[in-house]
Nanobody, 124 residues
Framework: QAQLVESGGGSVQPGDSLRLSCATP????????MAWFRQAPGKEREFVAA????????YNEDIVKGRFTISKDDRKSTVSLQMNALEREDTAVYYC?????????????????WGQGTQVTVSS
């Protein structure tokens, strides 16, 4: 199974930006759909953004509201989530995940490989 390693989390103030990165084994992002999910304390894991192996993106607009951008680098086999204008409600552990091509991008059950997560805390 692909080993996914997230980085870039931290503690920031409302309005700040963070860029999360997910390192994957070579060519993983060329063959798998990739996504970011998040889970806040006491809440279910929820879909944030996804990018298919051919680069099609999909967002949870209720969360993203135009503030986040998902991207991937096929040569480096990484996937990133640029988060701008962070809000307290964005506080959560963010997970990188990989799914077989052809499965629904927004469904948590599609994803078979998960990273350990990176904490994002937004507070003043």
């Amino acid at each position: 199974q692909a080993q996914l390693v997230e980085s870039g989390g931290g503690s920031v103030q409302p309005g700040d930006s963070l860029r999360l990165s997910c390192a994957t084994p070579m060519r993983t992002v060329m063959w798998y759909n990739m996504a970011w999910f998040r889970q806040a304390p006491g809440k279910e894991r929820e879909f944030v953004a996804a990018i298919s192996r051919i680069g099609r993106t999909q967002y949870n607009e209720d969360i993203v509201k135009g503030r986040f951008t998902i991207s991937k680098d096929d040569r480096k086999s990484t996937v990133s989530l640029q988060m701008n204008a962070l809000e307290r409600e964005d506080t959560a552990v963010y997970y990188c995940a990989a799914a077989q091509s052809g499965t629904p991008l927004t469904v948590v059950g599609s994803y078979t490989n998960w990273g350990q997560g990176t904490q994002v805390t937004v507070s003043s």
